[in-house]
C-alpha cells in the first residue's frame, strides 16, 4: 500500500478502537484501520478513501489522531 505513516491508538478517546493500528497510503490515498488480535492484523478497514497522500499519523497529547495530507492539510479524526 506504500505505508507511509503508522500509529498505534492507545488512548479512550475512541472506544474500542484501542490497540488497533493507523496505517496511511501514499498510493492508494487513505487511512487504513488494521485490528489487530493475538499480535496480527485480524481484519483491515479503509476509512477516509480518496482522501489524497496521506504523509503522516500522530496521536496527540489530548488523544485525538491528526492525519497529515498532501496538498490538503493536518486533519483531526473524530469519533463517532
Same mark, same amino acid.
Given at each position: ?10 488512548? #479512550? ?7 488497533? /493500528?493507523?496505517?496511511?497510503? /501514499? ?15 485480524y481484519?483491515?478497514?479503509? /476509512?477516509?478513501? #480518496? ?10 497529547? #489530548? ?14 479524526l /473524530?469519533?463517532?
Open positions: 500500500i506504500a505505508p507511509s505513516g503508522m500509529a498505534f491508538i492507545n488512548s #479512550d478517546v475512541y472506544g474500542s478502537w484501542k490497540g488497533n /493500528l493507523l496505517v496511511g497510503s /501514499l498510493k492508494f490515498q487513505y487511512l487504513s484501520r488494521c485490528i489487530i488480535k493475538k499480535n496480527q492484523v481484519k483491515e478497514i479503509k /476509512l477516509l478513501k #480518496d482522501i489524497g497522500r496521506v504523509r503522516s499519523i500522530v496521536q496527540g497529547k #489530548d488523544g485525538y489522531i491528526y492525519v497529515g495530507v498532501e496538498n490538503l492539510g493536518i486533519i483531526k /473524530l469519533p463517532q
